[in-house]
């Protein structure tokens, strides 16, 4: 008798939380590069993030969202040096992975559109640097090519902070697209592969799908 009390108890709670509670499956690409003093030379790189979110009813129209996700976060450098004996070019592309954490409050300005802004916590769990070097000698014209790849998580810092700001539209109960610009506050690297000191901060714009179960 107290099982089935305990039961009950359990699924009455579960209904009443049903209303204020729902898990969700986001996916979104990612379009990103750098900003700050020493990010002249970054480029727009293609990314992707996906995760699952939670979205908490506080009042009819504010919600809170955090969620959990894997962000790929990718951005290029084009490098183009001359002097009386050679000409030099790289072509280099920054692939980072993070586990971000954001956590958003939602704004319904009308049934169908919103609102959202909040704090994204990332955390950096690997970075590779691709490159592709072209070095011709003036004097001769003979051309020499070298390409590859090479860790580079030992210069990303472990954490990175980002506001985020955004709109959405809910196209149906279960299905949400949204456009988020995230923009980082605190350098994602304090020196360079060549030991200088740096500051540059990820910037982001995702366009992304949520489903809520």
């Known amino acids: 008798m107290f099982k089935k009390i305990i039961l009950a108890a359990l699924i ?5 939380f049903a ?7 986001r ?4 379009f990103g590069t750098a900003w700050g003093d020493d990010a002249d030379d970054a480029k727009w790189g293609v990314g992707f993030n996906a995760g699952v979110a939670l979205k908490i009813d506080i009042l009819p129209v504010i919600t809170i969202i955090p ?15 001359s002097d009386a004996f050679y000409n030099y070019s790289s072509d280099q592309t920054l692939g980072m992975w993070y586990l971000d954490i954001p956590v958003l409050a939602r704004v319904k300005l009308i049934p169908l559109v919103y609102l959202e802004g909040g704090v994204a916590f990332s955390f950096n769990l690997s ?5 592709d070097d072209t070095e ?11 390409s590859g790849d090479m860790s580079y998580s030992k210069f990303v810092n472990t954490m990175d902070i980002g506001l985020v700001v955004g709109a959405g539209v809910s196209l149906l109960d279960k299905l949400d697209v949204d456009f988020r610009l995230v923009l980082g506050l605190n350098s994602y ?11 540059v901060k990820h910037i982001r714009m995702q366009a992304g799908v949520i489903y809520w179960f």
């Open 189 to 199: 690297m304090d020196e360079n592969d060549e030991g200088y000191s740096v500051s």
């Open 127 to 131: 970075a590779s640097l691709d490159y």
């Open 12 to 16: 009455v709670t579960s209904a009443a």
């Open 67 to 81: 969620g959990l996700e894997v962000d790929y976060r990718r951005m290029g450098e084009e490098e183009n040096i």
């Open 136 to 146: 011709t000698s003036i004097a001769t014209g003979k051309t020499e090519k070298e």
């Open 19 to 25: 209303d204020f509670f729902s898990v969700g499956a």
């Open 27 to 30: 996916a979104a690409a990612n």
